[in-house]
């Protein structure tokens, strides 16, 4: 049985939109939460475990902008969905550039908004089958033990580096399995980040390789701008 009930935060200060939008999504059984400004969307993300948020970049003294960018920053693992009055190709392309991902005109219908976000959650879900037990994580045909660090298909011992186990972890525990090119760099390399640097890019392709070759069900996605996503296919 489906037991995911996603949890949306709408940063929106039209009163009745928001509304709109928080009646329309608590009728189909989501968690929502609202706020209107920097202040009320810190406090919502420190103590809520969010799966979405819908963010109005054109709220009050350009403080839309502002929260996307503190979100993008502090959140990159959050998944978010821009909602403008703004329907251009510039300001889609902003919006994306700044870590959404996706870009909606306030022209939408709320039912086709409901299809839009059911779609996002189905890119979650597969996060979600990421199985926890004691001290395995079940993902699709493979296992990885956090107690002695070793990854497994079907039985079989897969050899890792040190590096590779440790980005393969940070995967499987991190909100929506996505990590930032930064941290892979500065937190698993030791290095400072650079764009020219390959060396990030190297460690995600040959542990893609590895996964690759005993499953095409798990793969690791690259998110422009951001870093890497492992998912289920």
Not at 1 to 13: A, G, R, V
Not at 79 to 90: F, H, N
Request: hydrophobic share 35%; proline share 2%; charged share 25%.
């Amino acid at each position: 049985m489906d037991i995911f009930s996603p949890h949306l935060l709408i940063i929106e200060d039209d009163v009745v939109w928001q509304k709109s939008i928080y009646t329309t999504f608590t009728n189909i059984g989501w968690h929502v939460s609202s706020s209107y400004d920097l202040q009320s969307s810190k406090k919502i993300l420190k103590t809520e475990k969010i799966d979405l948020c819908l963010i109005d970049v054109e709220l009050n003294n350009n403080c839309g902008s502002h929260i996307l960018n503190f979100i993008t920053q502090q959140y990159p693992n959050l998944y978010i969905i821009v909602l403008s009055e703004k329907d251009s190709d510039q300001d889609r392309i902003y919006g994306l550039e700044m870590g959404a991902r996706d870009y909606l005109s306030k022209s939408i219908t709320l039912n086709e908004l409901v299809l839009r976000l059911n779609r996002c959650v189905t890119s979650i879900k597969r996060t979600k089958e990421f199985l926890f037990e004691y001290d395995k994580i079940v993902f699709g045909e493979f296992i990885y033990n956090q107690k002695n660090h070793e990854l497994c298909f079907k039985q079989e011992h897969i050899h890792l580096t040190d590096n590779e186990n440790q980005v393969l972890y940070y995967f499987l525990t991190s909100h929506l399995g996505k990590l930032r090119r930064e941290f892979i760099s500065e937190d698993i390399l030791k290095k400072q980040w650079q764009p020219q640097d390959r060396g990030v890019d190297m460690l995600i392709s040959h542990l893609r390789q590895k996964l690759r070759q005993h499953s095409k069900q798990i793969t690791i996605k690259p998110l422009r701008g951001v870093g890497y996503q492992l998912v289920l296919t």
